[in-house]
């Protein structure tokens, strides 16, 4: 990971503001802060790790809006909603948009402390799942389509002999393919292969 | 009609029936007639001869007609000498004339009446005679075709204008004179000047037309009546004024005509009274009619010896008036005594003319004490010593600072305690002079419902603010949450620096301070709520109306804020001053954008706004429009809109807009709704209070 997590805070009270700065600083966390979702939006980049504070009522566009607009731009930013006043309609679509929590302020520093570090937790971890499932795709390209189809039964744990009565293959042809397999999938064995092509696939 | 009038009309009437009694009685013409005869008669017995000169031919003749029998020579002698006197004495013109209308003699009275010498008439012809001034057609046809025809003519009328006397009337009595055989006939034409007579006549005629009408013309009815009550003669203009016809009247006693028998002996004392004293009498009377009563005055005047005249008036109109008018002095008198109000009433100079017992028991003075006095003893200073100036300003300029209006001022009691009264002051002339009639109410008694009134409305208030900041509870939760959030942030920040050990004590003190100042702002929230919620007493100060707007427009925002409306204000551009209680005015602010919230949430239409305009209007009051963009006012809302416990919300109270508007008609203002003006949907709330303007207010009680 090349950037630093960084906490994104969307909230129009100045103050408010001030202080979630002041808090995440004490905390050693990067943190920026912005007084709407436009002006947000206008400078994000999608490839920054980090975690979005959004305060739910906002001006101009409603962080409800934002999380939409957040959505549409693949940008998948772990989002912790903040709001001083909750009632489940608000807080359920918050949670559908992809938020990962929804908090009632005040909050209690620490409590919002330990929701950021796992949201940025969360974040980090979708990155490495997203880098991963990046190589493994890259790997399963330059497999023949013979090889393609052994992985399959690989990961479906199929040992070699059944692999080769489901493909009127002989076992020595099966073995053969199946080392050229771990060689272009960087992996040692067979469950290495497929814990890799299962993750990749978000399973 | 007045008293001299109608002693005027009394004496023409005294004068006319004297008149009508003359002319009706004085048989003067058969009298006149009758004298004829007699000289007629007189002359049948003319002597033969006369001792005048003049004559003796005439009488010579006459007494040859009268007697043509031999007759004692002597004796005829006698009797024409006497006829001769006679002829000569008597003062109607003769004239004898023969077949051929030749003059052959005239008497004394004749020439001297005509004013001609016997030598200039002797034996010329009657209608040559004088200038041909007998020359008269009437005369002509008397002498040439009458006579011939009848021998005798009387009483024939001719007019004729003569040399030496004028225009005359003449009354001819003309008789054709047989003499012995062989003679021819005479005629004897004598002559009667009724010249005057016919004159006066003829005015007394006129006289009597003028009369007539002049009767008829009056209203008034007229009786002849006897010492005993007989009617000797009546009239009226109109029959239907009479109680019976003039045919049952006439002749008939008053003891048996329809008046009661009470009222028949007061008019026959009248009676009495006129005719023995000679004055004028006058009683009035009613007589009862099928119709109800009349009421009839009558003046009762001496005209003749033993008779009166009555000159009778119907009064009934103005009895009924008159009635009236004392019914209704005693009506207003039973107000003025019955009243609440105390009435006073003073001349220009202040002098109390009338206390009404209301006043009496309001001052504690009796009107003997006041009247008399000046009315400013029933005020305090400074009022006491400024009421001259009143007055005598309000004469001088005419301009009206009390008068016709109603105004609470302070009045003073007897035993000197002050209270506040409600004054009326209209003003009426009388003999000339300026009266003012203060109306006066002791207003202490209402004054007291009035202030338990607004401490009733007070409390209603408060619970109409409490159920308000239940609305509002949700966004004033997140206006709190915001600085507390703040404060838990800078202190958590704070706590850590200071565990992990690597900061400095200024960059936590910039920390600390920022914590306190929002944890401030916090309790200023709080103190801003608390307020409002506040159960307290209405207190009244001079405030800008555009202050409390803002105050409002706060204490909304995050309302408006969790609804993303607009609040557009647009207030004016100088300050406008009210007098009023600011919580109050406050509340009812809140309530009328509540509500306008309400409506553009249930419209749910794109745009979301709020127009709230602060201004003075035409009339000089200060302003604020409330527009909304909401679903506007349906027909059934808006009638019952005012009515309590009436409302379109599932959990409201019904109470806002009644108790916004008793707050705001407690302030001398108005509160009014109606859809927009300018053609979007929405509704308009139109909140109007009076401004406050310096000065103390200039009071008095006249």
């Known amino acids: 990971m090349s950037a630093e997590p960084t906490v994104f805070v969307i909230d129009d009270n100045a103050e408010v503001r001030r202080s979630l700065r002041a808090l995440m600083k004490s905390a050693g966390l990067a943190v920026e802060t912005y007084a709407s979702g436009e002006e947000f939006l206008d400078g994000y980049d999608a490839s920054r790790p980090g975690c979005l504070l959004l305060d739910i009522r906002l001006r101009g566009s409603s962080g409800l809006d934002l999380q939409d607009e957040l959505r549409r731009r693949n940008a998948a930013l772990p989002v912790i909603v903040m709001t001083g006043y909750g009632n489940v309609p608000t807080s359920v679509r918050a949670l559908r948009g992809g938020a990962i929590d929804f908090l009632q302020k005040p909050i209690a520093p620490k409590r919002l402390l330990e929701r950021i570090h796992e949201a940025l937790e969360i974040d980090r971890h979708a990155r490495e799942v997203a880098t991963t499932r990046t190589a493994v795709a890259a790997r399963l390209a330059r497999l023949t389509p013979r090889e393609r189809e052994i992985t399959e039964l690989l990961v479906a744990g199929k040992s070699s002999k059944e692999i080769a009565a489901a493909l009127h293959l002989s076992v020595r042809t099966v073995e053969g393919h199946r080392r050229g397999v771990l060689r272009k999938m960087e992996v040692s064995s067979a469950a290495h292969l497929a814990g890799t092509v299962l993750r990749a696939r978000g399973q | 009609m007045s008293k001299r009038k109608q002693a005027k009309a009394a004496r023409l009437m005294r004068a006319t029936n004297r008149g009508t009694s003359v002319r009706r009685n004085d048989s003067s013409d058969q009298a006149d007639t009758g004298a004829n005869k007699e000289v007629s008669s007189v002359n049948a017995q003319l002597p033969r001869e006369n001792s005048d000169p003049q004559l003796p031919s005439l009488a010579e003749e006459l007494c040859t007609v009268s007697t043509p029998s031999d007759v004692a020579t002597d004796a005829l002698w006698e009797v024409g000498w006497a006829a001769g006197a006679i002829i000569n004495t008597v003062r109607e013109p003769l004239l004898l004339l023969d077949a051929s209308l030749r003059v052959q003699g005239g008497n004394a009275a004749f020439y001297q009446t005509f004013q001609v010498a016997r ?119 109109k029959r239907s004024d009479l109680l019976r016809t003039p045919g049952e009247i006439l002749g008939s006693n008053i003891r048996q005509g329809s008046l009661p028998g009470e009222v028949a002996d007061r008019c026959l004392a009248a009676i009495e009274r006129a005719l023995d004293t000679g004055t004028v009498q006058s009683i009035e009377y009613a007589v009862p009619v099928p119709e109800g009563v009349r009421h009839y005055e009558a003046r009762v005047i001496t005209s003749e010896r033993d008779e009166v005249v009555a000159i009778v008036r119907d009064i009934t109109e103005r009895k009924r008036t008159e009635q009236k008018l004392r019914e209704s002095e005693a009506r207003v008198r039973s107000i003025l005594e019955t009243v609440a109000e105390g009435i006073v009433s003073i001349d220009d100079h202040g002098t109390v003319l009338s206390f009404n017992p209301a006043a009496e028991k309001i001052f504690g003075y009796t009107a003997d004490e006041v009247i008399g006095r000046n009315v400013k003893m029933l005020m305090p200073p400074p009022y006491r010593e400024l009421h001259d100036n009143f007055i005598v300003s309000y004469l001088s300029t005419g301009v009206q600072k009390v008068i016709g209006s109603r105004r609470e001022v302070v009045g003073r009691r007897k035993n000197g305690t002050t209270f506040p009264m409600e004054v009326g002051v209209s003003e009426f002339h009388e003999g000339g002079g300026h009266r003012f009639t203060g109306i006066v109410r002791d207003i202490a008694e209402r004054k007291q419902a009035e202030e338990q009134v607004r401490q009733r409305q007070a409390e209603l208030a408060h619970v109409l603010r409490v159920s308000t900041m239940g609305e509002l509870a949700s966004g004033l939760a997140h206006e709190l949450n915001q600085p507390l959030s703040a404060v838990a942030n800078d202190v958590e920040a704070c706590a850590a620096y200071v565990r992990s050990g690597d900061t400095t004590a200024d960059s936590l003190l910039e920390l600390l301070e920022h914590a306190a100042s929002e944890a401030l702002r916090a309790g200023e929230i709080v103190h801003h709520l608390r307020e409002f919620v506040e159960k307290r007493e209405p207190q009244l100060a001079v405030l800008d109306l555009r202050d409390l707007v803002r105050s409002v427009a706060r204490l909304l925002e995050p309302e408006l804020r969790q609804h993303r409306i607009t609040l557009r204000l647009d207030p004016a551009p100088a300050a406008l001053p009210i007098c009023a209680d600011g919580v109050q005015i406050e509340q009812v602010l809140v309530n009328i954008v509540q509500n306008a919230i309400d409506a553009i949430l249930e419209a749910g239409g794109d745009q979301k706004e709020v127009g709230v305009r602060i201004s003075q209007n035409e009339d000089g009051m200060a302003e604020i429009a409330v527009h909304d963009t909401g679903t506007g006012l349906s027909a059934g809302v808006a009638e019952r809109i005012y009515e309590p416990f009436f409302t379109t919300k599932p959990h409201g109270l019904g109470m806002g807009i009644p108790i916004s508007r008793s707050i705001i008609e407690a302030h001398h203002g108005r509160l009014s709704m109606a859809p927009r003006a300018d053609g979007l949907s929405g509704t308009t709330v139109r909140l109007v209070l009076p401004l406050y303007t310096e000065g103390p207010p200039s009071e008095s009680i006249a």
């Open chain 2, 119 to 237: 030598e200039e008439t002797q034996d010329r012809l009657l209608f040559e005679l004088g200038n041909h001034q007998w020359d008269i057609p009437r005369l002509r046809t008397l002498l040439e075709e009458r006579l011939p025809q009848n021998r005798r003519i009387s009483d024939f009328d001719v007019e004729g204008e003569f040399q030496t006397i004028g225009r005359r009337s003449l009354l001819l009595n003309a008789r054709v004179l047989a003499r012995g055989p062989g003679r021819s006939e005479l005629i004897l034409l004598a002559i009667e000047d009724v010249t005057e007579r016919k004159r006066e006549k003829d005015a007394f005629q006129r006289n009597e037309a003028r009369m007539r009408a002049l009767l008829d013309a009056m209203p008034d009815m007229m009786f002849r009546i006897s010492r005993d009550g007989t009617y000797l003669d009546v009239h009226a203009a």
